[in-house]
């Protein structure tokens, strides 16, 4: 099942590579990500990450809240998507 995840991360070194390690530990596969800063909301990233996996995507959207970068994580099931 592909899952697409709507982040806002705070600009800081390794903050990308902490959630992208945070999905492949937990089981994901990351497919694609695509996003960029938002001037507006203090450089802050706004992030869309799709991975496939088999388990639920709320343990992924879980852990990865707890990463201190993270500002909000929204999960999205992606139907029928192939990427």
């Known amino acids: 099942m592909q899952y697409r995840l709507d982040l806002v991360l705070h600009p800081a070194e390794g903050a990308l590579l902490r959630v992208i390690g ?40 879980r852990q990865i809240e707890k990463i201190y970068d993270c500002v909000s994580v929204q999960v999205t099931a992606v139907e029928g998507a192939s990427i």
Do not use: S, Y
């Open 22 to 61: 945070m999905a492949e530990r937990r089981g994901f596969a990351p497919r694609a990500i695509n996003g960029a800063p938002v001037a507006a909301d203090d450089g802050r990233w706004h992030l869309q990450l799709v991975v496939d996996g088999q388990r639920p995507a709320e343990t992924l959207c």
